[in-house]
């Protein structure tokens, strides 16, 4: 499945890099930025990044999983991913609500 048009990367190619993350340091906080410095990439118009940081999650739940990692610190480690995940969409959210509040500026002014 293709995760990002812009650079043309499937989603095993991403689990790939991930999976080799992770046998350098099991418990890295993985984000898409190393994810796509890993494959000599750079994020373009970085939609992908929800996806990619699901992929992210799903990955390593998985990776620790094979690995027989305690239910203990496997759910610790996958709920810090998920509020990180989450502080960043409402982070994008209150960007592009600012964004979208000087656009409306500047056509109210302009009229």
Not at 52 to 78: C, K, N, P, W
Not at 89 to 105: F, G, K, P
Request: glycine share 2%; proline share 2%.
């Amino acid at each position: 499945m293709l995760v990002c048009s812009c650079n043309v990367i499937t989603k095993s190619e991403i689990e790939q890099v991930i999976t080799e993350l992770l046998d350098e340091d099991c418990w890295r906080l993985i984000v898409p930025v190393q994810v796509y410095h890993a494959m000599s990439k750079r994020g373009k118009c970085c939609g992908c990044f929800p996806n990619v940081v699901g992929i992210i999650v799903e990955t390593t739940e998985a990776y620790h999983r094979q690995m027989e990692t305690s239910e203990a610190e496997l759910f610790d480690f996958i709920e810090a991913l998920k509020q990180k995940h989450h502080q960043c969409e409402t982070a994008r959210a209150i960007a592009r609500q600012r964004m979208n509040s000087r656009s409306d500026l500047r056509k109210t002014s302009a009229a």
